[in-house]
């Protein structure tokens, strides 16, 4: 995903300056209000990513929707904007909520699988995770039919894929490789 690297450069940014200034607090609810409502708004999405849509109107509409934010927020909306920049908000705000649970010690693992997980499978991973890294975990889980079966778990930057769709896949690679050898 292109930006992957400059939004965690504002997000780690961001997370400094709220610690500087005694708002860490404030602008994790700020960025986890950023997530959701970008999240629930395709045609917020589509105004902030238009190359079309002039950088005032961009400002004018993130502002009067986040018109609750802390300063800390105004300003980095307006630095993403001053830099041209603006369609990085939804991955920094992200960026900046893993790295304020980080911070508190929490560790946020993914988990992808072809059905939902019932209670007990979910108890049994992040009991596993959480002695893994020896941090509190949050378990975000995912559904996948295309997996077919099996799981996909991510905790920070490692992948630890056990589907069924990965296994055909690496046995097609090896099918292929035998026989054209």
Known sequence: MTGNRASNRYAKALIGY??????????FNDMN???????ESEELMQLIQSPIVKSETKNDALKSVF???????FNLIDLLIANNRIELLPMVAQRYTELYDELKGKQVA????AVPLSQEMENKILEKVSTLTGKEVILKKKVDADLIGGFILRVGDKEYNASISNKLNTLKRKFYQSTSA
Request: aromatic share 4%.
């Open 67 to 73: 018109a609750a934010f802390d300063k800390a927020s």
């Open 33 to 39: 209000h950023v997530v959701k409502t970008l999240g």
């Open 110 to 113: 993914t988990v992808t699988t």
């Open 18 to 27: 709220a610690q500087d200034n005694n708002l860490l607090e404030g602008v």
